[in-house]
């Protein structure tokens, strides 16, 4: 005959089972760890700063008299330091995840850093076959704006994020609307509705988060609890 073996663990009931389900979650929640608020926030005053300042230098009547290599090596480090701030949240976010999921995400962040390096190697090899000033400035401004656009586009896909996924959409569309206006106006078109929705969008994120884990003054009724 069979013994009939017996455990002192008990059988998890329905609720412990959800309350081990939300724990799990709660902890794959807070190991990808991605704050689009920030990163909005970062390339909205990159936008702001570089070609805000491109529009007051360049042009027939410059507001701003700077040489023009120091309009742009303000407008290339703002760019630069949006890239690296976003390769470095994006790779650090992504350490408590292990697997795929991991290796995709940081080649995702990297590839940010990545893209305008070869982006300036593309218009460096052609500026060497003698295009004007204006159309050197059109393929540094519409190029930055198509790029961003599109790794926003695939940032979104990546995570799920529909608001990544519009924001890529808008600057897409401003870009190329910005660009049929022609320089230096495309600069004003990409600091204030590029520069300035990344900001609207970064603020508006961060409050909808902090709205989220804010606690909330009400709390669930305990069986026998008066209401």
Do not use: K
């Amino acid at each position: 005959m069979d013994e009939e073996h017996t455990t002192d663990t008990p059988t998890p009931s329905p609720a412990e089972m959800l309350a081990i389900t939300e724990q799990q979650q709660q902890r794959a929640e807070r190991a990808l760890d991605i704050n689009p608020g920030l990163l909005f926030g970062v390339w909205g005053a990159a936008w702001v700063l570089g070609f805000g300042e491109l529009y007051l230098t360049i042009g027939d009547e410059p507001v701003l008299l700077v040489p023009l290599w120091q309009a742009l090596g303000i407008f290339f480090g703002c760019l630069a330091v949006a890239s690296i701030i976003t390769a470095w949240h994006l790779a650090n976010s992504l350490r408590g995840l292990r697997g795929p999921s991991q290796q995709s995400g940081a080649m995702h962040g990297w590839s940010w850093m990545l893209a305008f390096v070869g982006l300036g190697s593309l218009i460096a090899a052609t500026s060497r076959m003698g295009i004007s000033e204006e159309v050197y400035a059109m393929l540094w401004a519409s190029g930055s704006g198509l790029l961003v656009g599109l790794l926003y586009l695939s940032g979104g896909a990546l995570t799920g994020s529909w608001a990544q996924y519009g924001v890529g959409l808008w600057i897409l569309a401003i870009n190329a609307a910005g660009a049929f206006t022609g320089i230096p106006n495309h600069y004003l078109v990409m600091s204030l509705a590029g520069g300035g929705g990344f900001l609207v969008a970064g603020t508006v994120l961060t409050l909808r988060g902090h709205a989220r884990t804010d606690p909330s003054p009400s709390h669930e009724r305990l069986p026998g609890e008066p209401e």
